[in-house]
């Protein structure tokens, strides 16, 4: 039973979630006795890093048609893959994108869709189950689905990345996919900040508690020391304090990194729904009974403006 992964790429280079999704797939694919084939939209033949997480076969579609995203032009794409390749399963990562075009591909195979997956299929008779978040990260639920014909989306940073040493065929293929819906991208505004927010494996993150955006510059200076990305809640992106692109939460952007820094922010139920899932949470805070404390796996009483200097002095001598 082979498995195809979509291997989403920025700029001719692959994220990490594409990575993930194809480790993933290539367990698929092992407990499955089938192939992993990624397939991609790439410009130019820069494969790097597919064969090393787990794809047997990369099927990469260079149209010119495909070079702004559209949904509807990238579903048909991975369906021509699919059905090329006789794929029973279709993982794709819960990205922006992935969010976008996995109902298409489930509509257009006539598979059926599980979304927000966070650990690897297992086989359970007839069935196959695995888990899911649900209320907005808050709980998890166990789901059984049919064996086969599934469009799974794995969320970002839930499984991890595996190695491997297997041979990879590149099959170029030079199908056109016209983009025929009525909706178009006429520009794309990269968001700001070195690593994405939804990539990033340490975000540190600020709240009202800092008073105003004059006082971020020590944010981003412990973000760059700890090669993290910076993210804020809903009140200072609305104040216009940081860009609408960092902030997180329920109505914001929803992120699961290893390590999530909070300072001066409260830890409100709708902040939490975008970051509670995150490994690791260290929370700073003037007031010991601030809601973030609950959530965090280490917290810090004390004001930022004093701890966080404090932080960058220790990290730069650490790194000296
Ligand atoms: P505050 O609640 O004002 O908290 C500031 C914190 O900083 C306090 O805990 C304070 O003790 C601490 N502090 C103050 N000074 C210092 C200092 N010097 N050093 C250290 N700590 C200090 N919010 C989101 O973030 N994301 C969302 O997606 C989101 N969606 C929402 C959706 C809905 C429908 C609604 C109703 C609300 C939503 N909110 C969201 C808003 C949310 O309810 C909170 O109001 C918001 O998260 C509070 O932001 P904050 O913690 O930065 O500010």
Partial sequence: MNILVFAESESNTFKKSSFEALSYGKEMAKKFDGMCIAVCHQTQDNFEGLGKYGADKVVNYASDDLAI?????YAEMIVH????HNCQHIVISQ????KAIAPLI???????????IVDLVEEKGEQLEA????????????????????VITLVPNSCDLKEYDEKTEIIQNSTSFENQS???SLDRIKAKGKIPLTEAEIVVSAGRGLKGPENWNMIEELADLLGGATACSKPVSDMEWRPHSEHVGQTGITIKPDLYIAIGISGAIQHLAGVGSSKNIVVINTDKEAPFFKA????????AFDVVPKMIAELKNIQS
């Fill in 95 to 98: 990205t922006y994108s992935g």
């Fill in 69 to 73: 995203f559209n949904p509807k032009s």
């Fill in 106 to 116: 489930a509509v257009l195979m006539e598979y059926n869709i599980v979304t927000g």
């Fill in 182 to 184: 009525q909706t178009k």
């Fill in 131 to 150: 888990t899911k978040t649900v209320f907005s990260n808050k709980a998890y639920a166990r789901l059984s689905f049919p064996k086969d014909r599934m």
């Fill in 296 to 303: 965090a796996d280490y917290g810090i009483v004390g004001d």
């Fill in 81 to 84: 893959a699919a059905k090329k």
